[in-house]
């Protein structure tokens, strides 16, 4: 009995020592994190990683000064990691379906038919269509953009159409597709910095990017230069022409699709879902692509190669740049880049949030706040603020969505607003800010200046328009029950 009682007196001792920062010293790790990551990841061109773990320290000393131990430092780590890791096993999961999903053709397929609509008359429409397909069924903005958005401003040149209006509905129904998409990392990353659930994620940012998806589109309609006469490049046609020599079309290879969307629907768990999707593609694979089952089982490890189609007469080594770049990808393997940035951000996050620094920093910031309004508004700068000083769209999710997640539910607001709104100002905004990655990289392969494309990405805009009409109306905004609240306060 004396024992227990020493140990209680000894742990009240420690709790004793622990002290609250002050507004000056909580700002200390996220300075920092802005200094490194803005001069030695955007300047410098430093990986991201290292900066972050540097943060991280400075965040640990200052814990330490405040009396917090290595064990109770490591443990608020390991916290933050436990919470997140089925969020992470997600990730590995959408890698594998990737892989899977191409090797099934299913991927294929579906870029086959939604070039096969392109209609030259209406350019930047179609752009935005064709490029959102596209986006949706890869999940990668940057590949869209990279394979079908050049072939559209290929077709642009031909026609002198307005190029900077094509651009900006490539990169707009790229950022759409990428944002619905259940294969996109940064959605996956969205879902799981706020703790909600992939596909209700996925719902909920309907609100904002599907009326922004109807008044780009109703904008290219009324602007689009009817380029009559125009062809379509040979480029499109070789593409088409590749994917048809080198898959089976077949209406099964539409099922794994139909398993994620009926998954969906009906609310089922994500992974088993994903399971049962890429089991589904593998058959696809070894069944109509006549590839081999250790090649699929490759293809879900190490991602998609088209030397693994084994059609007679298919000669891979023929296939142009554009497709190898649009098919060439997936593989569980390719999401450890994405998980070492997730790692090393939560663990910033997690040394950060032990002192109460991010508590003091929040309830700083969020003083003023009164209402969903003024909390869409201050998720909405925090957003900007952080892609734009930081220029990482991942980091940009995970900082915030840490940051704000209790407040969204301690303010009776469901978690799922927090996890739109931060994809509304942070991922859309990154490719149309000229110094981000992602603004140079559209630049570079679309042949458009970033601020001239700019004002035609309309989806990747407007979408904060949106979301502070919903936030002042109350519409779109879901809210949490006492008993929901509860639970997720003791999460």
């Known amino acids: 009995m004396s024992s227990k009682n020493e140990t209680r007196t000894a742990t009240e001792a420690k709790d004793r020592t622990h002290r609250r920062p002050s507004i000056a010293l909580a700002a200390i790790p996220v300075l920092t994190l802005i200094l490194l990551l803005g001069g030695g990841y955007i300047l410098a061109e430093l990986p991201v990683e290292p900066l972050l773990i540097a943060s991280a320290v400075v965040a ?73 397909i596209v986006s949706l069924c890869t999940g990668t903005s940057w590949g869209s953009a990279g394979t079908v958005g050049v072939a559209f401003m290929g077709v642009a040149v031909g026609m002198d159409a307005n190029l900077a209006m094509v651009a900006g509905a490539v990169v707009s129904g790229a950022y759409f597709g990428d944002k619905l998409s259940p294969l996109s990392d940064t959605t996956n990353i969205a879902s799981m910095a706020t703790g909600v659930n992939l596909f209700t994620h996925i719902r909920h940012l309907l609100w904002t990017t599907l009326p922004s998806f109807l008044v780009a589109a109703l904008v ?62 593998m058959f696809n694979a070894v069944v ?151 603004g140079a990289y559209m630049a570079g392969t679309l042949g458009v200046a970033t601020l001239s494309y700019m004002p035609w990405a309309v989806c990747n805009w407007i979408a904060i328009g949106f979301a502070l009409l919903w936030g002042a109306t109350g519409i779109g905004i879901a809210r949490l029950s006492e008993e929901e609240k509860g639970a997720l306060q003791e999460a």
Request: charged share 15%; glycine share 10%.
């Open 60 to 132: 640990g000393l200052l814990a330490w000064r405040l009396g917090y131990s290595w064990d109770e430092i490591m443990g608020s780590v390991a916290d933050k990691i436990a919470k997140t890791m089925p969020a992470i096993l997600i990730l590995i999961s959408v890698g594998m379906l990737i892989g899977t999903w191409m090797a099934g053709g299913t991927i294929p397929m579906l870029i086959y038919y939604g070039l096969k609509i392109i209609a030259p008359q209406y350019i930047a429409l179609v752009a935005l269509v064709v490029t959102a």
């Open 288 to 438: 109509f692509q006549g590839i081999s089952f250790k090649d699929t089982v490759v293809s879900a490890v190490n991602g998609f190669n088209v030397e693994m189609i084994g059609k007679n007469g298919f000669d891979p080594s023929a296939v142009i740049e554009d497709v190898t770049r649009l098919l060439n990808r997936g593989g569980m393997n390719s999401m450890m880049s994405v998980l070492l940035i997730c790692f090393c951000a939560i663990t910033f996050a997690g040394v950060v949030s032990v002192s109460g620094s991010l508590d003091v920093l929040i309830s700083t910031l969020l003083k003023p706040v009164k209402g969903a309004f003024g909390l869409i508004a201050a998720t909405i700068i925090t957003g900007l603020a952080t892609i734009g000083i930081t220029s990482n769209g991942q980091v940009s999710l995970l900082i915030p969505g840490e940051m704000l997640r209790e407040e969204y539910v301690k303010r009776g607001l469901d978690p799922k607003n927090l996890s739109r709104t931060i994809e509304d100002s942070a991922t859309l905004w990154e490719p149309i800010l000229p110094w981000t990655s992602a």
């Open 220 to 281: 290219y309609l009324l602007f689009g230069i009817g380029a009559h006469g125009g062809e379509v490049p040979e480029k499109v046609g070789t593409i088409l022409a590749t994917l048809d020599s080198a898959f089976s079309w077949n209406p099964l290879l539409l099922l794994p699709v139909l398993i994620v969307l009926g998954g969906s629907m009906w609310k089922k768990p994500t992974i088993p879902v994903i399971l049962v999707s890429s089991a589904v593609a």
